[in-house]
Protein backbone atom coordinates (compact mmCIF):
# COMPACT_ATOMS: atom_id res chain seq x y z
CA UNK A 1 0.00 0.00 0.00
CA UNK A 2 1.31 3.35 -1.59
CA UNK A 3 0.57 6.62 1.00
CA UNK A 4 1.86 9.98 0.36
CA UNK A 5 2.67 12.10 3.84
CA UNK A 6 3.40 15.99 3.00
CA UNK A 7 6.10 17.49 4.65
CA UNK A 8 5.81 21.57 6.07
CA UNK A 9 7.76 22.65 2.94
CA UNK A 10 6.03 21.61 -0.27
CA UNK A 11 9.69 21.03 -1.63
CA UNK A 12 9.61 18.06 0.72
CA UNK A 13 7.75 14.72 -0.06
CA UNK A 14 7.97 11.00 2.45
CA UNK A 15 7.09 8.26 0.56
CA UNK A 16 6.07 5.17 2.95
CA UNK A 17 7.11 1.40 1.53
CA UNK A 18 8.81 -1.18 2.93
CA UNK A 19 12.17 0.43 1.75
CA UNK A 20 11.25 3.82 2.52
CA UNK A 21 12.86 7.14 0.31
CA UNK A 22 13.18 10.66 0.97
CA UNK A 23 12.87 12.89 -2.56
CA UNK A 24 14.17 16.43 -2.21
CA UNK A 25 13.08 18.91 -4.22
CA UNK A 26 17.01 20.32 -4.48
CA UNK A 27 19.26 20.85 -7.75
CA UNK A 28 21.94 20.34 -5.45
CA UNK A 29 22.82 17.58 -3.20
CA UNK A 30 25.04 18.49 -0.48
CA UNK A 31 25.76 14.79 1.72
CA UNK A 32 23.48 11.97 2.91
CA UNK A 33 22.55 11.16 6.19
CA UNK A 34 20.14 8.11 7.58
CA UNK A 35 17.02 8.45 10.44
CA UNK A 36 15.06 6.36 11.83
CA UNK A 37 11.34 7.10 12.22
CA UNK A 38 8.45 5.72 13.14
CA UNK A 39 5.40 5.82 11.00
CA UNK A 40 2.08 4.75 10.60
CA UNK A 41 0.71 2.78 7.67
CA UNK A 42 -1.55 0.23 6.32
CA UNK A 43 1.36 -2.20 5.54
CA UNK A 44 1.77 -5.68 6.87
CA UNK A 45 2.83 -5.57 10.63
CA UNK A 46 1.62 -5.41 14.42
CA UNK A 47 -1.41 -3.89 15.20
CA UNK A 48 -1.83 -0.84 17.36
CA UNK A 49 -4.73 0.17 19.42
CA UNK A 50 -5.83 2.83 17.25
CA UNK A 51 -5.64 0.54 14.05
CA UNK A 52 -2.11 2.12 12.96
CA UNK A 53 1.15 -0.11 12.29
CA UNK A 54 4.55 1.03 13.67
CA UNK A 55 6.87 0.67 11.26
CA UNK A 56 10.61 1.08 11.74
CA UNK A 57 13.08 2.21 8.90
CA UNK A 58 15.38 4.01 7.62
CA UNK A 59 15.27 7.23 5.66
CA UNK A 60 18.12 8.30 3.69
CA UNK A 61 18.01 11.82 3.69
CA UNK A 62 19.75 14.37 1.05
CA UNK A 63 20.22 17.92 1.35
CA UNK A 64 22.14 21.15 2.39
CA UNK A 65 19.38 22.58 4.16
CA UNK A 66 18.75 19.70 6.78
CA UNK A 67 22.80 19.95 8.04
CA UNK A 68 22.49 23.24 8.28
CA UNK A 69 18.93 22.89 10.36
CA UNK A 70 21.00 20.30 12.75
CA UNK A 71 23.99 22.75 13.00
CA UNK A 72 21.24 25.26 14.35
CA UNK A 73 20.02 22.90 16.65
CA UNK A 74 23.55 22.30 17.99
CA UNK A 75 24.14 25.82 18.65
CA UNK A 76 21.38 25.94 20.36
CA UNK A 77 21.94 23.06 22.72
CA UNK A 78 25.58 24.77 23.22
CA UNK A 79 24.05 27.84 24.35
CA UNK A 80 20.42 28.07 25.44
CA UNK A 81 18.18 31.20 25.73
CA UNK A 82 17.96 31.79 29.34
CA UNK A 83 19.22 29.26 32.09
CA UNK A 84 18.33 29.68 35.54
CA UNK A 85 20.80 31.62 38.20
CA UNK A 86 23.05 29.34 40.43
CA UNK A 87 21.12 28.43 43.59
CA UNK A 88 22.39 29.83 46.69
CA UNK A 89 23.02 27.42 49.39
CA UNK A 90 21.54 27.24 52.79
CA UNK A 91 23.85 27.85 55.80
CA UNK A 92 22.33 25.95 57.83
CA UNK A 93 23.26 22.82 55.96
CA UNK A 94 26.77 21.17 54.93
CA UNK A 95 27.63 21.59 50.74
CA UNK A 96 27.00 18.90 48.64
CA UNK A 97 29.76 16.73 47.55
CA UNK A 98 31.42 17.91 44.13
CA UNK A 99 32.02 13.76 43.55
CA UNK A 100 29.17 11.79 43.92
CA UNK A 101 29.48 10.05 47.54
CA UNK A 102 28.59 6.48 45.89
CA UNK A 103 32.32 7.23 44.08
CA UNK A 104 33.92 8.23 47.62
CA UNK A 105 33.00 5.06 49.17
CA UNK A 106 34.04 2.46 46.73
CA UNK A 107 37.17 3.85 46.14
CA UNK A 108 37.63 3.88 49.97
CA UNK A 109 37.30 0.35 50.24
CA UNK A 110 39.08 -0.18 47.51
CA UNK A 111 42.07 1.35 48.61
CA UNK A 112 41.30 -0.50 52.36
CA UNK A 113 41.33 -3.81 50.07
CA UNK A 114 44.58 -2.74 48.69
CA UNK A 115 46.14 -1.96 52.28
CA UNK A 116 44.71 -5.07 53.71
CA UNK A 117 46.74 -7.12 51.11
CA UNK A 118 49.68 -4.72 52.00
CA UNK A 119 49.76 -3.59 48.44
CA UNK A 120 51.24 0.04 47.76
CA UNK A 121 48.45 2.63 46.72
CA UNK A 122 49.25 3.50 42.89
CA UNK A 123 50.33 7.33 42.52
CA UNK A 124 50.55 9.41 39.70
CA UNK A 125 52.03 12.68 39.84
CA UNK A 126 51.15 15.03 41.46
CA UNK A 127 49.20 12.66 43.44
CA UNK A 128 52.83 11.20 44.48
CA UNK A 129 54.73 14.69 45.06
CA UNK A 130 56.32 15.24 41.74
CA UNK A 131 55.16 18.17 39.42
CA UNK A 132 53.13 17.61 35.81
CA UNK A 133 55.60 18.92 33.87
CA UNK A 134 52.85 19.53 31.22
CA UNK A 135 51.06 21.78 33.30
CA UNK A 136 53.87 24.08 34.19
CA UNK A 137 52.97 27.04 31.54
CA UNK A 138 49.29 26.90 32.30
CA UNK A 139 50.63 27.85 35.97
CA UNK A 140 52.55 30.63 34.69
CA UNK A 141 49.92 31.59 32.29
CA UNK A 142 47.75 31.85 35.16
CA UNK A 143 49.82 33.65 37.18
CA UNK A 144 50.42 36.83 34.53
CA UNK A 145 46.72 36.51 33.91
CA UNK A 146 45.85 37.45 37.68
CA UNK A 147 48.63 40.35 37.67
CA UNK A 148 46.55 41.53 34.91
CA UNK A 149 43.46 40.92 36.00
CA UNK A 150 44.19 42.87 39.95
CA UNK A 151 45.37 45.68 37.56
CA UNK A 152 43.24 46.18 35.23
CA UNK A 153 40.33 45.58 37.60
CA UNK A 154 41.94 48.43 39.85
CA UNK A 155 41.84 50.70 37.07
CA UNK A 156 38.29 50.29 36.15
CA UNK A 157 37.03 50.77 39.58
CA UNK A 158 37.95 54.44 39.25
CA UNK A 159 35.98 54.84 36.58
CA UNK A 160 33.31 52.72 36.83
CA UNK A 161 30.84 53.19 39.83
CA UNK A 162 30.52 49.93 42.17
CA UNK A 163 28.90 49.70 45.39
CA UNK A 164 28.64 47.14 48.41
CA UNK A 165 26.33 46.68 51.17
CA UNK A 166 28.12 47.53 54.72
CA UNK A 167 25.83 44.80 55.91
CA UNK A 168 25.42 41.79 53.84
CA UNK A 169 27.66 40.50 50.78
CA UNK A 170 25.55 42.19 48.30
CA UNK A 171 27.20 44.34 45.23
CA UNK A 172 25.66 46.61 42.64
CA UNK A 173 27.57 47.62 39.67
CA UNK A 174 25.88 51.30 38.36
CA UNK A 175 26.10 54.86 39.02
CA UNK A 176 22.95 54.27 41.99
CA UNK A 177 22.63 51.05 44.35
CA UNK A 178 19.39 48.77 43.71
CA UNK A 179 15.97 49.09 45.56
CA UNK A 180 15.70 44.99 46.00
CA UNK A 181 14.65 43.99 49.51
CA UNK A 182 16.89 41.24 50.19
CA UNK A 183 19.55 42.46 52.55
CA UNK A 184 20.16 39.95 54.94
CA UNK A 185 22.32 41.73 57.33
CA UNK A 186 21.73 42.51 61.42
CA UNK A 187 19.90 45.08 61.22
CA UNK A 188 18.00 44.70 57.90
CA UNK A 189 14.27 44.68 59.60
CA UNK A 190 15.43 48.42 60.15
CA UNK A 191 15.54 49.16 57.05
CA UNK A 192 12.78 46.87 55.58
CA UNK A 193 16.01 44.36 53.68
CA UNK A 194 17.16 47.23 51.71
CA UNK A 195 20.68 47.47 51.36
CA UNK A 196 23.01 50.52 53.21
CA UNK A 197 25.11 51.26 50.21
CA UNK A 198 29.05 52.75 50.29
CA UNK A 199 31.61 52.67 47.97
CA UNK A 200 32.32 49.28 46.88
CA UNK A 201 36.61 48.23 46.95
CA UNK A 202 38.63 45.65 44.83
CA UNK A 203 38.00 42.94 47.38
CA UNK A 204 34.73 43.38 47.09
CA UNK A 205 34.45 42.84 43.22
CA UNK A 206 37.21 39.64 43.35
CA UNK A 207 36.60 38.27 46.61
CA UNK A 208 39.96 37.07 48.61
CA UNK A 209 39.95 33.94 49.15
CA UNK A 210 43.16 32.42 50.70
CA UNK A 211 44.85 29.75 51.70
CA UNK A 212 48.08 28.17 53.82
CA UNK A 213 51.12 28.50 51.75
CA UNK A 214 53.09 25.28 52.90
CA UNK A 215 56.97 24.66 51.58
CA UNK A 216 56.05 20.86 51.59
CA UNK A 217 52.44 20.02 51.02
CA UNK A 218 53.27 16.88 52.35
CA UNK A 219 54.82 17.10 54.93
CA UNK A 220 54.19 18.39 58.50
CA UNK A 221 50.25 19.13 58.65
CA UNK A 222 49.17 22.95 60.23
CA UNK A 223 48.10 22.82 63.64
CA UNK A 224 46.22 25.06 65.29
CA UNK A 225 48.99 26.47 67.96
CA UNK A 226 51.14 25.99 64.62
CA UNK A 227 49.23 28.15 62.09
CA UNK A 228 50.79 31.94 62.44
CA UNK A 229 53.71 30.20 61.46
CA UNK A 230 52.79 29.60 57.96
CA UNK A 231 52.01 32.99 55.29
CA UNK A 232 48.08 33.11 54.23
CA UNK A 233 48.65 34.07 50.50
CA UNK A 234 45.36 33.79 47.52
CA UNK A 235 44.54 30.13 47.27
CA UNK A 236 44.81 30.83 42.84
CA UNK A 237 48.63 31.75 43.53
CA UNK A 238 49.16 28.57 46.12
CA UNK A 239 48.00 26.54 43.37
CA UNK A 240 50.31 28.34 41.01
CA UNK A 241 53.05 27.17 42.76
CA UNK A 242 52.54 24.19 44.06
CA UNK A 243 52.36 23.34 39.96
CA UNK A 244 55.71 24.41 39.07
CA UNK A 245 56.31 28.17 39.17
CA UNK A 246 58.87 29.58 41.37
CA UNK A 247 59.00 32.70 43.28
CA UNK A 248 61.72 33.47 45.77
CA UNK A 249 59.80 34.64 48.83
CA UNK A 250 57.67 31.68 49.10
CA UNK A 251 59.67 28.01 48.07
CA UNK A 252 58.42 24.94 47.61
CA UNK A 253 59.54 21.47 47.47
CA UNK A 254 60.13 19.66 44.62
CA UNK A 255 60.82 15.96 44.68
CA UNK A 256 62.70 13.62 42.62
CA UNK A 257 61.48 10.78 43.94
CA UNK A 258 57.68 10.04 44.14
CA UNK A 259 56.45 9.61 47.72
CA UNK A 260 54.66 5.95 48.76
CA UNK A 261 51.20 5.00 50.50
CA UNK A 262 49.62 1.87 51.82
CA UNK A 263 46.14 3.31 52.10
CA UNK A 264 46.00 6.12 53.86
CA UNK A 265 49.71 5.80 55.78
CA UNK A 266 52.82 7.10 53.69
CA UNK A 267 55.55 5.08 53.96
CA UNK A 268 58.22 6.92 51.88
CA UNK A 269 58.26 10.47 52.53
CA UNK A 270 61.61 11.31 51.95
CA UNK A 271 62.62 12.87 55.02
CA UNK A 272 61.24 16.19 56.89
CA UNK A 273 62.59 18.93 55.08
CA UNK A 274 62.70 22.36 56.59
CA UNK A 275 61.37 25.26 54.77
CA UNK A 276 64.57 27.87 54.43
CA UNK A 277 64.22 31.05 55.98
CA UNK A 278 62.97 33.78 54.39
CA UNK A 279 65.47 36.94 53.87
CA UNK A 280 64.22 40.24 55.13
CA UNK A 281 65.32 42.80 52.10
CA UNK A 282 63.44 46.53 52.62
CA UNK A 283 65.31 47.61 49.77
CA UNK A 284 63.63 45.07 47.03
CA UNK A 285 60.03 44.74 46.53
CA UNK A 286 58.29 41.64 47.53
CA UNK A 287 56.91 39.11 44.80
CA UNK A 288 53.68 39.00 46.55
CA UNK A 289 53.57 42.83 45.95
CA UNK A 290 51.76 42.18 42.25
CA UNK A 291 49.54 39.18 43.49
CA UNK A 292 47.63 40.76 46.20
CA UNK A 293 44.68 42.79 46.25
CA UNK A 294 46.12 44.65 49.17
CA UNK A 295 46.65 48.49 48.28
CA UNK A 296 45.48 47.69 44.37
CA UNK A 297 43.87 50.87 44.18
CA UNK A 298 46.30 53.25 45.35
CA UNK A 299 49.12 51.51 43.46
CA UNK A 300 47.22 51.63 39.77
CA UNK A 301 46.34 55.55 38.81
CA UNK A 302 42.99 56.04 36.93
CA UNK A 303 43.31 55.49 32.92
CA UNK A 304 42.68 58.15 30.33
CA UNK A 305 39.08 58.10 28.72
CA UNK A 306 40.54 56.62 25.47
CA UNK A 307 42.51 53.62 27.08
CA UNK A 308 39.26 52.37 29.19
CA UNK A 309 37.87 50.07 26.46
CA UNK A 310 40.91 48.27 25.81
CA UNK A 311 42.11 47.95 29.52
CA UNK A 312 38.23 46.54 30.10
CA UNK A 313 39.29 43.67 27.08
CA UNK A 314 42.29 42.66 28.63
CA UNK A 315 40.74 42.52 32.00
CA UNK A 316 37.90 40.43 30.70
CA UNK A 317 40.33 38.28 28.84
CA UNK A 318 42.28 37.90 32.37
CA UNK A 319 39.56 36.69 34.01
CA UNK A 320 38.79 34.50 31.11
CA UNK A 321 42.45 32.94 31.45
CA UNK A 322 42.51 32.53 35.62
CA UNK A 323 39.10 30.67 35.31
CA UNK A 324 40.07 28.27 32.14
CA UNK A 325 43.78 27.70 33.45
CA UNK A 326 42.66 27.23 37.46
CA UNK A 327 40.10 24.98 36.23
CA UNK A 328 42.74 22.83 34.49
CA UNK A 329 44.97 22.60 37.30
CA UNK A 330 42.61 21.40 39.73
CA UNK A 331 41.69 18.58 37.72
CA UNK A 332 45.38 17.01 38.29
CA UNK A 333 46.38 19.00 41.68
CA UNK A 334 44.24 18.66 44.79
CA UNK A 335 42.43 21.09 46.74
CA UNK A 336 40.16 21.04 49.53
CA UNK A 337 37.46 23.35 51.07
CA UNK A 338 35.58 23.11 54.12
CA UNK A 339 31.69 22.14 53.72
CA UNK A 340 30.37 24.55 56.09
CA UNK A 341 32.91 27.87 55.83
CA UNK A 342 34.34 29.45 52.68
CA UNK A 343 37.98 27.95 53.65
CA UNK A 344 39.91 26.76 51.47
CA UNK A 345 43.36 24.68 51.88
CA UNK A 346 45.58 23.64 48.64
CA UNK A 347 47.22 20.39 49.22
CA UNK A 348 46.97 16.94 49.47
CA UNK A 349 44.60 17.07 52.90
CA UNK A 350 43.83 19.94 54.64
CA UNK A 351 44.94 21.45 57.57
CA UNK A 352 43.78 21.00 61.31
CA UNK A 353 43.55 24.37 62.24
CA UNK A 354 40.04 24.89 64.53
CA UNK A 355 38.55 28.12 62.69
CA UNK A 356 34.92 27.24 61.79
CA UNK A 357 32.28 28.99 63.36
CA UNK A 358 29.64 28.13 60.56
CA UNK A 359 26.79 25.52 61.22
CA UNK A 360 27.53 23.33 64.56
CA UNK A 361 31.04 23.62 64.53
CA UNK A 362 30.64 22.92 68.46
CA UNK A 363 30.16 19.38 66.74
CA UNK A 364 33.31 19.89 65.40
CA UNK A 365 35.75 21.78 67.88
CA UNK A 366 36.25 24.12 65.35
CA UNK A 367 37.36 21.79 62.70
CA UNK A 368 36.94 22.18 59.04
CA UNK A 369 34.65 19.70 57.70
CA UNK A 370 37.35 19.17 54.47
CA UNK A 371 35.90 17.99 51.08
CA UNK A 372 36.97 18.56 47.38
CA UNK A 373 36.86 21.84 46.40
CA UNK A 374 35.29 23.37 43.53
CA UNK A 375 36.46 26.14 40.78
CA UNK A 376 33.71 28.15 42.20
CA UNK A 377 35.03 27.79 45.68
CA UNK A 378 39.15 28.83 44.62
CA UNK A 379 38.18 31.65 41.84
CA UNK A 380 34.33 32.47 43.03
CA UNK A 381 32.24 34.60 40.31
CA UNK A 382 30.13 36.67 42.58
CA UNK A 383 26.98 37.44 41.08
CA UNK A 384 25.71 40.98 40.49
CA UNK A 385 22.52 42.14 39.26
CA UNK A 386 22.85 42.46 35.24
CA UNK A 387 22.25 46.81 34.28
CA UNK A 388 21.05 47.55 31.40
CA UNK A 389 21.44 51.68 31.54
CA UNK A 390 23.47 52.32 34.45
CA UNK A 391 22.72 55.93 34.60
CA UNK A 392 18.77 54.82 34.26
CA UNK A 393 16.63 54.38 37.31
CA UNK A 394 17.82 51.50 40.21
CA UNK A 395 16.53 48.17 39.94
CA UNK A 396 13.20 47.62 41.58
CA UNK A 397 12.40 44.30 43.57
CA UNK A 398 8.64 44.00 41.79
CA UNK A 399 10.78 43.43 38.55
CA UNK A 400 13.13 41.31 39.68
CA UNK A 401 12.06 38.41 37.77
CA UNK A 402 12.84 40.54 34.96
CA UNK A 403 16.52 40.79 35.54
CA UNK A 404 19.85 39.08 34.64
CA UNK A 405 22.88 38.66 36.31
CA UNK A 406 26.72 38.16 35.14
CA UNK A 407 29.84 37.78 37.79
CA UNK A 408 31.11 40.79 38.85
CA UNK A 409 34.20 41.26 36.65
CA UNK A 410 32.18 40.44 33.63
CA UNK A 411 29.94 43.34 34.65
CA UNK A 412 32.58 45.90 35.27
CA UNK A 413 34.42 45.21 32.25
CA UNK A 414 30.88 45.10 30.01
CA UNK A 415 30.23 48.83 31.58
CA UNK A 416 33.41 50.16 30.52
CA UNK A 417 33.39 49.17 27.10
CA UNK A 418 34.11 45.14 26.85
CA UNK A 419 32.89 42.45 24.31
CA UNK A 420 30.98 40.37 26.80
CA UNK A 421 31.68 36.18 26.44
CA UNK A 422 28.15 34.51 25.12
CA UNK A 423 28.38 31.97 27.66
CA UNK A 424 27.42 34.79 30.11
CA UNK A 425 24.26 35.90 27.50
CA UNK A 426 21.68 33.82 28.65
CA UNK A 427 22.05 34.74 32.33
CA UNK A 428 21.70 37.93 31.78
CA UNK A 429 18.70 37.76 29.83
CA UNK A 430 18.92 40.16 27.23
CA UNK A 431 16.21 39.27 25.48
CA UNK A 432 13.46 39.51 28.18
CA UNK A 433 12.08 43.17 27.81
CA UNK A 434 11.38 44.76 31.03
CA UNK A 435 7.79 46.54 31.57
CA UNK A 436 8.11 49.93 32.26
CA UNK A 437 5.62 52.43 33.04
CA UNK A 438 2.00 51.35 33.10
CA UNK A 439 2.53 47.98 32.01
CA UNK A 440 5.70 47.79 35.08
CA UNK A 441 2.96 48.92 37.46
CA UNK A 442 0.25 46.37 36.17
CA UNK A 443 2.74 43.50 36.06
CA UNK A 444 4.48 44.09 39.70
Same mark, same amino acid.
Given at each position: ??????????????QC???V??G???S?????????L?????H?GR??????????????CAGRG?R??????????E?PQN?????IQ?????????????????????????A?????K?????????I??D????????????KS???G??????????H???????????Q?G?Q???????S????R???SW?K????????????????D????????E???????????????IQ???????????????????????V??? /??????????????S?????????? /??????P??SE?D????A??T?????T?????RE?????????CG?????H?????????LC???????RD???G????? !??????????W? !????? /?P???GQ?????G????I !????????????????P??????????????????
Amino acid at each position: MLQWLQAVSPAFSVQCLPDVSLGIGRSQLAGLCSYTLKLKGGHDGRRLPKGGVLLRTTLHCAGRGLRHDFRRIENQKEYPQNVEFPPIQPKKKKKPYPVPLKKIQRDARENKRLAELGIEKPLEPPKNGLIVQDLVPVAHEVLDAWKSLIKGLSQLLHVVPAHACCECTEIHVAQTGHQIQDCEGSSSMKRRSLHSWIKASINDILVPIESYHMYDPFGRRIKHETRFDYDRIPAVVELCIQAGVELPDYPSRRRTKPIRMIGKKVIDI /GGFAEEPKKQCNLSSPSSMFDLDTH /GAMTRFPPPSESDIPNIAQETMTAYETVGKGVRELMRKYTVKACGYCSEVHVGPWGHNAKLCGEFKHQWRDGKHGWQDAT !VEEVFPPNYVWH !VRDPK /GPPLRGQLKRFYGKAPAI !VEVCMQAGAQVPRKYIPMMRLDIIVPEGEEARLVA
